[in-house]
């Protein structure tokens, strides 16, 4: 529950170190924590297992397969505490494309953090331009301001709600 913003792409490995130096970039000037990903760890691979899964189940056409041995990197950026990471890591295809399919929910950190992610993405695409956003705030495509805020009041009051009813 809450507003997410999901996003994914295809990339050449050229394209994904462009995006890692340049989002560790914008990182180090605003002072905002991240982590660099370099390798298949244990967690990473069974995660990526289920992201390729599912996206594989959802666009069949795309025939997407993973590379053997198992390579990821790519960047995780802790924009809030009240905000999942933005995670930007790639798999490794086994056509030796890169793909990028995740998500990041932002509800709980607020507009500006809703904000801050669009941005980011927005340099993103600037280097990957087939990066597709869906944005359930509405503001990846609108802009508008007071849209975001209205979708976020609207999602913490159904959670609020929710909550209520639950303890009740």
Known sequence: M??????????SEEQVDKVIRR????????KIC?????????HWTRLSDIVVQAF???YPELKVELAEPRQMKGIIIS????SEPLSLV???????RWLL???????????????????????VKEIIPNLIVE?????????DEELLKRILHVHDKILKDWFRGKRS
């Open 101 to 123: 399919c995740e998500f990041t929910k932002t509800q709980f950190a607020g507009s500006n953090v809703h904000k801050l992610t669009v941005a980011i993405l927005d340099r």
């Open 23 to 30: 989002v560790k970039e914008i990182c180090d000037d605003l």
């Open 34 to 42: 991240y982590q660099l990903v370099s390798e298949a760890e244990n």
């Open 79 to 82: 924009l809030h505490p009240d």
């Open 135 to 143: 944005d359930e705030g509405l503001f990846y495509n609108s802009r």
């Open 90 to 96: 790639f798999q490794k295809l086994r056509d030796s």
């Open 2 to 11: 809450g507003v997410t913003i999901h996003y994914r792409a295809f990339a």
């Open 56 to 58: 594989s189940k959802i």
